[in-house]
């Protein structure tokens, strides 16, 4: 029987993180076990980066190593993430296979001396990539440390070399089935692209000037559905000889290299890697996103932290550290939002080799130190949460995600170069996350009948399936809230014709979108009710809407900026520019307020987070993080898991789980 949830054997909520002991020698290990036991740790990633030991060489095993630290960690009481180490293939695979080596679009072929220097569509790389993972799934599938599979390491390496090239004809075939309508759908009538046969198609590779829309947007879907066929073929040579749960840790920020819907359903639980790119407050929201994405993802199923750093903030080139009492916000930033448990990147911090830098739960200074002394704590408070097991989060607001949409926002020639996806996506995020609303990512094309408010950030391409289901949506009772540029494309990259955005989402919004007019790099608009727009205006009018700003310069004066529609038993607001942050605050706040969203727990100050997390049961738990250097007092005292007393006020920088009563 396979065993979905992996706190099943860990007795409570994942604490760890990726482990090396092959960086080490035996003193280091046996500290290790001491090291271990005093941070409660309970579950190690071993063997990310192990495939040149475990195959020295070609079709030699030697597994004799690995044996013996997963032995030590299960005699330690410690559960074993085993990966496997595809991530990162030695150098007698690449002297050997040379052609599996990744290419770039200006057709550089790399060398080896970093990781991830192979071709997932060449096959040599594809053939050793199964036979490690089944020979570690042969030896180690049913071994009692186990609770995990690790496959690969955040998978999302491209390249454009000729096997490339041959995978994505074959994935072209398919897709298209035949070259007439391959021509069709990427316009090849323009600028005498059209190809007479299929050898003529080649992936986007470096070219003159713009490339085909049409085939960037393809080759990004043909990378992703080459990279779920790799995790795929790796997963069933594992589960041909384990029944132990099957992941790979996604990699979520502004990495968006494969579908990540379509690959989280193929994981049995979904795990993803987490480092803020700001300091403080941002990194804390820069936490909340990941985690509402990760578990959003997987459907709202509990999902588990795979990696975050102890003190590590990339910022612009240089790492800053956490502050003290970071480590257990972020840790339960997570946790609060569905995580069961949280693991780090890594363990003990290397001595050498490229991550020599890199933070790590036991630093260069040793144990005797301040982050080791923390990791201690943030284990304690994690051991302490074990009945949070299996519960989740319930949000009544979706932030709409399509890779779809990213890619295509992606592609040469667009009318403005600063529609930015990734951007647009936080920065909805960020404004819920101020309002203390709990919020989920949907893609457009998902039932979202349980959510109050939706919002399209960045819906730049919007297929006919999903125009209809936010149609279907606001028809039915739904708030949404749609931002410019939204359904100016469908799912070939062709322009909707008649005006934007796609046909049936117009109905719900009551507007048509006539003329894109992009506003200058320095240029700042005011709005008649007073907000500021930057980086975007269009020219449409209204077909029902009510107009709640009009534009106020140029040509678009007196034209609408921003509308509200009601259809059905529902309304669809619009927003044809990029207001100013704080003016974008107040109109989610306001949008937060007609769909009747309130916080998970009312009366809190700003800086302060809570979120709930429930069990079927109906039991449920508050997890409340004071990122403010007061103390809060609590609205509501209960039960506070972590101190095992009643918690009356939140500490400064301090936390609180809270039994729900
Ligand atoms: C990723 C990788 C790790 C490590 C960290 C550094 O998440 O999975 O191997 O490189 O980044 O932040």
Redo the contacts with the bound molecule.
């Keep these: 029987m396979t065993t979905r949830s992996i706190t099943d054997r860990l007795g409570g909520l994942a604490f760890g993180g ?1 482990y090396n002991p092959e960086q080490w020698d035996e003193p280091v290990w046996k500290e290790d076990d001491d090291l271990m036991r005093r941070a409660r740790v309970n579950l190690a990633t071993v063997g ?2 192990s495939w040149a030991l475990l195959e020295p060489e070609e079709g030699r095993h030697d597994f004799a190593w690995l044996d013996a630290h997963i032995d030590r960690l299960h005699a330690n009481g410690v559960a074993v993430d085993l990966a496997t180490p595809t991530a990162s293939p030695p150098p007698w695979f690449t002297l050997a296979h040379p052609d599996a080596l990744p290419v770039r679009p200006d057709g550089t072929r790399l060398v080896h001396g970093s990781r991830d220097t192979y071709c997932l569509a060449a096959p040599a790389y594809r053939i050793a990539a199964r036979r490690i993972a089944a020979a570690l799934a042969e030896r180690y599938g049913d071994h009692p440390a186990l609770a995990l599979w690790h496959v690969h ?2 998978y999302g390496t491209l390249c454009w070399c000729d096997h490339a090239a041959a995978a994505f004809r074959v994935w072209l075939r398919a897709r298209h089935g035949s070259l007439d309508a391959l021509n069709e759908a990427w316009g090849t009538a323009f600028w005498s692209q059209r190809h007479t046969s299929w050898e003529q198609v080649l992936p986007p590779r470096e070219t003159q000037w713009h490339k085909n829309p049409g085939q960037a947007l393809d080759f990004r879907r043909f990378w992703s559905d080459e990279i779920i066929a790799a995790f795929r073929e790796q997963r069933d040579a594992i589960r041909a000889h384990s029944d132990r749960p099957v992941t790979t ?1 996604l ?1 979520l920020p502004a990495y968006q290299n494969v579908d990540l819907w379509a690959l989280a359903r193929e994981l049995d639980v979904v795990t993803s ?1 987490q ?1 803020p790119n700001a300091p403080g407050l941002d990194a804390a929201a820069g936490v909340a996103v990941h985690a509402d994405r990760t578990r959003s993802l997987g459907g709202g199923r509990p999902w588990l932290l795979m ?1 975050q ?1 102890t003190n ?1 903030v ?1 910022d612009d080139g240089q790492i800053l550290g956490k502050e003290p009492g970071e480590i257990l916000r972020h840790t339960l930033g997570h946790i609060a939002r569905g995580s069961e448990g949280a693991l780090f ?2 363990w003990r911090q290397s001595r050498a080799g490229a ?1 020599t830098w ?1 933070s790590a739960m036991v630093p260069h200074a040793g144990p005797d130190s301040r982050i080791f002394r923390e990791v201690t704590r943030v284990g304690e408070a994690v051991a302490r949460l074990g009945e949070l097991a299996g519960s989740t989060v319930a949000a009544s607001v979706a932030v709409l995600d399509d890779p779809d949409a990213w890619w295509a926002l992606g592609v040469d020639g667009l009318p403005s170069s600063r529609l930015d996806y990734h951007a647009a996506l936080v920065r909805a995020h960020r404004a819920l996350w101020d309002a203390d609303a709990t919020v989920d990512f949907a893609h457009p094309e998902h039932e979202l009948s349980r959510y109050r408010l939706v919002i399209a950030p960045a819906l730049f391409l919007l297929s006919d399936k999903g125009a209809e289901n936010l149609r279907d949506y606001v028809a039915d009772g739904g708030t949404l809230f749609v931002q410019h540029a939204a359904g100016f494309v469908d799912d070939r990259m062709h322009a909707r014709l008649g005006g934007y955005p796609a046909e049936p989402l117009r109905e719900a919004l009551g507007i048509r979108v006539e003329e894109y007019r992009p506003l200058r790099q320095d240029e700042r608009i005011t709005l008649s009710d007073g907000s500021h727009g930057t980086v975007w205006s269009e020219s449409l009018r209204t077909e029902g809407a009510q107009t709640l700003a009009a534009y106020t310069h140029g040509m678009l004066t007196g034209g609408p900026a921003l509308t509200r529609h009601r259809s059905g038993t529902g309304q669809g607001w619009y927003l044809s520019t990029r207001l100013d942050d704080a003016d974008y605050a107040d109109l989610v706040g306001r949008l937060l307020k007609e769909a009747g969203v309130e916080p998970d727990v009312p009366g809190l100050p700003a800086g302060v987070e809570a979120v709930t997390r429930h069990a079927l049961d109906g039991r449920h738990w508050q997890v409340l993080l004071n990122h403010t250097p007061v103390a809060v007092p609590l609205p509501d005292p209960a039960h506070d898991l972590l101190t095992d007393a009643l918690a009356q006020e939140l500490p400064p920088g301090g936390c609180a789980v809270l039994r729900g009563h």
């Design positions: 990726d990310v980066f390491n955040e840790n990699m890697d480092y990696e750093g590590t990339y990147f890594q991550e890199h």
